[in-house]
């Protein structure tokens, strides 16, 4: 949404759009949210578990998580990733572990876009925006 939502108002042009704006500030307030609450939990290691928009995707570049990661890295909040996709040990100085076990067992909290069966056995160490599962 974040990214059709600047396509949108770039298309727009000259003409008024202040609604469009107003999404797209809310959509960055929102972020600066989880971000906050994220830090609110007082996590020495904080691991981000995949960096994927979508299910089954591969594209990470415009996801929402990579600005959650900026403000969170602003704050000092000591961040692993947990990405597949990245062969490298370091993604935008981060850590990356792409060992699983050893991810989980380096967090204290997990941030995840969507609930994954492959963490259902440290729940308690996961916060997501999938509350409901159906993502």
Known sequence: MPKDSKQLATSFG????SLIRSVIKSIEIRKQFIAKKIKDTNSDVVGIYRLTMKKNSDNFRSSAIMKVIEYLK??????IIYEPLIRKNC???????????????KSDLIVTNRN???????KHKVYTRDIYLRD
């Open 14 to 17: 000259k003409t008024p759009h």
């Open 74 to 79: 602003k704050q000092k909040i000591q961040l």
């Open 91 to 105: 993604f935008k100085g981060i850590r990356v572990l792409n060992d699983l076990e050893l991810f989980k067992t």
């Open 116 to 122: 994954d069966s492959q963490l259902n056995d440290v």
